[in-house]
């Protein structure tokens, strides 16, 4: 029982206090209030960046658990009485729910254990990166010739990014106990990240805090992006929750009265990058340039001027350790791997859509009829909410949707289509979304049969 206990119960509950905090901690850097559902999400990026920097050097890498959980109480300490909280509990329940839906396949097997390795074998090689990036960093001094340092300096000394994978190790160093059986527990909490952050956006929209709980949860569980994290696709949740958090920061810095307003947009492009390294510009590029236009319009060139100045002095300090490593990472052979890896075939364009009825997501459902027309109309019902959303000027959600999808696609028509089906599972939880928000506003119209 207690090999169920810790990865489950205590793993993700000291994610959580380390991100509630972590998240006061840039509110209170930033001079903005977060919206309450948003705090943990910024806070889980915090939490990474902060120990992210840490190990950039196998002198500081020691206090990357230390840094972090300083941070974290800094940020409830300097918050203290400052701010009445009440916990949303449609918010709560559904990023509960998600996490629950992520562990279950775990869970109920009755005992410790961890999906993928067979089809996805990607799981060993990133525990060791994790391992020794938490107590060397990127050093392999030290190291005799072996499969353990091959696997490094194919890896870790060619500048993979590493944000990922440093709530496992910072979370891993606090719980005890082997990281590898907290590898699920941390893509589940990622996915209650995600439920949270697409809660959010649901509220520009959906007045019931129930109906935005139930289409958080639902999106959340896109069924090309829960068929990666059956394999241990950690890189993908690992974007997947962070595009509709950068989508919810937006507003705040086109609206940014001070350049302190800027740094939670820096923190979550910086996020990106140290997911991605270089790769995150494609999912960056929509956010950044609508803010940018935005600030233009609203702010008049000089301030908008000065805002870009100033967001690219923090993104350059939070990204630091993803700048420092592109240039190697870009010149390794990491990238210029078998254009199918794992897949059997390239996937279909259609599983963007989230519906995909098959055990194994590199199949093709065995009712193809039923599941095309689910597929059309989740894309009619999707095009129809973003439609709906630009006519009321509520940008978050279509920057949202049409940002994750456009660089999904963009993603598939210029790279391989191992590269373009991480792309499909990052963006699916966008259609579903949409398509569900579009119900949710025919109910709250009093259209139920629609």
């Not at 950039?56 to 230390?66: D, G, H, L």
């Not at 994290?229 to 940014?256: D, F, H, M, Q, Y």
């Amino acid at each position: 029982m207690s090999t169920l206990l810790v990865p489950w119960l205590a793993f993700p509950a000291v994610l959580g206090v380390l991100s509630f905090g972590c998240g006061l901690l840039l509110e209170r850097a930033s001079a903005l209030r977060l919206p309450r559902t948003l705090v943990l999400p910024s806070g889980f990026a915090v939490l990474s960046l902060v120990a992210q920097l840490a190990t950039m050097s196998a002198a500081t890498a020691q206090f990357a658990v230390p840094a972090v959980v300083a941070a974290a109480a800094a940020g409830l300490g300097l918050s203290l009485g400052r701010r009445r909280w009440r916990v949303d509990g449609w918010a709560a329940a559904a990023a509960l729910a998600a996490l629950a839906a992520y562990a279950a396949p775990i869970v109920l097997s009755g005992h410790a254990t961890f999906a993928g390795y067979i089809k996805l074998d990607d799981d060993s090689s990133l525990l060791a990166v994790t391992d020794r990036a938490m107590e060397h960093g990127r050093s392999l001094a030290g190291l005799e010739p072996s499969t353990y340092l091959r696997v490094l300096q194919t890896l870790l000394a060619q500048g993979y990014p590493l944000a990922t994978f440093m709530p496992l190790g910072v979370g891993g160093a606090l719980v005890g106990g082997d990281t590898l059986w907290l590898y699920q527990p941390c893509l589940a909490f990622m996915a209650a990240m995600l439920a949270l952050s697409l809660y959010e956006l649901g509220g520009k929209v959906i007045g019931s805090r129930r109906l935005r709980a139930v289409v958080a949860f639902i999106a959340a569980q896109s069924a090309l992006l829960y068929g990666y994290a059956l394999w241990g696709g950690i890189k993908e949740l690992g974007t997947a929750w962070a595009v509709p958090l950068l989508a919810s920061v937006v507003p705040p810095a086109i609206r940014a009265e001070r350049l302190r307003h800027l740094i939670p947009l820096a923190a979550v492009s910086a996020l990106l990058l140290g997911v991605l390294n270089v790769g995150a510009a494609v999912w960056l590029a929509p956010a950044l340039a609508f803010a940018l236009v935005a600030m233009l319009r609203a702010q008049g060139l000089r301030n908008a001027l000065r805002g870009v100045a100033a967001f690219a002095a923090f993104l350059a300090v939070l990204a630091l350790p993803t700048i420092v490593s592109a240039p190697r990472f870009i010149s390794s052979n990491i990238v210029t791997f078998s254009p199918l890896a794992n897949l059997l075939r390239p996937l279909s364009p259609l599983q963007i859509a989230g519906i995909w009825p098959v055990g194994d997501f590199r199949f093709n459902p065995n009712r193809a009829g039923p599941t095309d027309l689910l597929v059309a109309v989740a894309l009619a019902a999707c095009i129809a909410t973003v439609a709906w959303a630009l006519r009321r000027r509520v940008w978050e959600l279509p920057l949202f949707v049409v940002g994750a999808v456009t660089s999904a696609f963009v993603l598939y028509g210029t790279s391989s289509p191992w590269i373009a089906g991480k792309a499909f599972a990052t963006a699916s939880p966008a259609v579903p979304f949409a398509a569900l928000i579009a119900c949710a506003l025919l109910i709250q119209g009093g259209r139920p049969v629609e």
